[in-house]
Antibody, heavy 115, light 108 residues
């Protein structure tokens, strides 16, 4: 059974960098597919942040592109998200997902941006 | 960027009734790369439909998707109690992948 699990700080200060990691079990990232991040502000809709292919090719949402970096570590079977210069508008539940149409989701992790 | 519009915003129905949800795109969705998700409070979304009409693994056949180009539909043939939730559509044919605002199906 494929499982994804997000981890990282639940509280980030404004202007700092949000860093999350998604550990994948039950499937080897090296085997293929895109791996991505989606976020959902409290009470709002879903926003695609970006995706990375197992070989490292990336796609980012242009609205966030200047601040986002997604990377993959196949040796640890995990991928990561970094979002720089965060503000309160970046407060959201962050999900990691498999594939462009997200067939597997992590449980989500709430990240709050506040001083 | 492809903008997705979902209607209605809220659909109030009784168990056993048929639900028809609409997702309209601002431009044609490449290769019908349109997905539908169900989300319940406090949970991650669950994939229901991909490729506009293909059911995901384990999804009951009361859920069906149809459409192409700019107009897509999710139909729930007979609502079960566990189907009351928010439904999101997503296009993944062109970057940036985008989501609709969601349709809430609640109990009448």
């Amino acid at each position: 059974q494929v499982q994804l699990q997000e981890s990282g700080p639940g509280l980030v200060k404004p202007s700092e960098t949000l860093s999350l990691t998604c550990a994948v079990s039950g499937y080897s990232i090296s085997s293929g597919y895109y791996w991505g991040w989606i976020r959902q502000p409290p009470g709002k809709g879903l926003e695609w942040i970006g995706s990375i292919y197992h070989s490292g090719g990336t796609y980012y949402n242009p609205s966030l592109k200047s601040r986002v970096t997604i990377s993959v570590d196949t040796s640890k079977n995990q991928f990561s998200l970094k979002l720089s210069s965060v503000t309160a508008a970046d407060t959201a539940v962050y999900y990691c997902v498999r594939r462009s149409f997200s067939d597997y989701w992590g449980q989500g992790t709430l990240v709050t941006v506040s001083s | 960027e492809i903008v997705l519009t979902q209607s209605p915003g809220t659909l109030s129905l009784s168990p056993g009734e048929r639900a028809t949800l609409s997702c309209r795109a601002s431009q044609s969705v490449s290769s019908s790369y349109l997905a539908w998700y169900q989300q319940k409070p406090g949970q991650a979304p669950r994939l229901l439909i991909y490729g506009a009409s293909s059911r995901a693994t384990g999804i009951p056949d009361r859920f069906s998707g149809s459409g192409s180009g700019t107009d897509f539909t999710l139909t729930i043939s007979r609502l079960e109690p566990e189907d009351f939730a928010v439904y999101h559509c997503q296009q993944y044919g062109s970057s940036p992948f985008t989501f609709g605002p969601g349709t809430k199906v609640d109990i009448k």
